[in-house]
T-cell receptor, first 117, second 120 residues
Framework: AQKVTQAQTEISVVEKEDVTLDCVYE???????LFWYKQPPSGELVFLIR??????QNEISGRYSWNFQKSTSSFNFTITASQVVDSAVYFC??????????????FGQGTTLQVKP | NAGVTQTPKFRVLKTGQSMTLLCAQD?????MYWYRQDPGMGLRLIHY???????AKGEVPDGYNVSRLKKQNFLLGLESAAPSQTSVYFC???????????????????FGPGTRLTVL
């Protein structure tokens, strides 16, 4: 069965600290996609990154970086030198290819990040 | 481009009332989805559509119906609202691309701003 687990419900850090958000997934598909979305206090969902199961390269985009490890079924997200504007709910999501073939997303429960000044 | 829009933004219903939420996208996307967001539960898929005239059930379809008569619109209906349907509803759209022959790529979903529904 497919599942996404974000064990950290809430994280609070002080500005400029580094923070890592954990995401563990379960799937029987060999082809799948992983996503991270950000939901700021305004409520909209903002796409951050997509990674397919064939690409285990880590990715860095400015202060954001993602560590994808198939061996541990994890797709963790790190924010370096956090800022108050990073305060949001972050969702990890999974899309299976063969069993689903519809692109539908399975979301984790979300991690609320609070960055204090 | 407006992207994905949702109507209305807020709504309060009494138990037993009916209503329709409208989602519209101007990106010519094939796929459209309705999710609900409840505290501590992330987003859960209600119904989805992989093309005009087709719909399918998601994870939590009970109490909802959908229609996709036009490619750009995806309607979510509540026939007899219940307090358990108090939630924030998000519509999303996406598209399929293929950069490698025989292998398709699922791209990110584009979300609407959400509809906050309260059922009293």
């Amino acid at each position: 069965a497919q599942k996404v687990t974000q064990a950290q419900t809430e994280i609070s850090v002080v500005e400029k600290e580094d923070v890592t958000l954990d995401c563990v997934y379960e799937t029987r598909d060999t082809t799948y996609y992983l996503f991270w979305y950000k939901q700021p206090p305004s409520g909209e969902l903002v796409f951050l990154i997509r990674r397919n199961s064939f690409d285990e390269q880590n990715e860095i985009s400015g202060r954001y970086s993602w560590n994808f490890q198939k061996s541990t079924s994890s797709f963790n997200f790190t924010i370096t030198a956090s800022q108050v504007v990073d305060s949001a709910v972050y969702f990890c999501a999974l899309s299976e290819y063969r069993s689903s073939n519809t692109g539908k997303l399975i979301f984790g429960q979300g991690t609320t990040l609070q960055v204090k000044p | 481009n407006a992207g994905v829009t949702q109507t209305p933004k807020f709504r309060v219903l009494k138990t037993g009332q009916s209503m329709t939420l409208l989602c519209a996208q101007d990106m010519n996307h094939e796929y459209m989805y309705w999710y609900r967001q409840d505290p501590g539960m992330g987003l859960r898929l209600i119904h989805y559509s992989v093309g005009e005239g087709t719909t399918a059930k998601g994870e939590v379809p009970d109490g909802y119906n959908v229609s996709r008569l036009k490619k750009q619109n995806f309607l979510l209906g509540l026939e007899s609202a219940a307090p358990s349907q108090t939630s924030v509803y998000f519509c999303a759209s996406s598209y399929f691309s293929s950069t490698t022959p025989g292998q398709a790529t699922y791209n990110e979903q584009f979300f609407g701003p959400g509809t906050r529904l309260t059922v009293l």
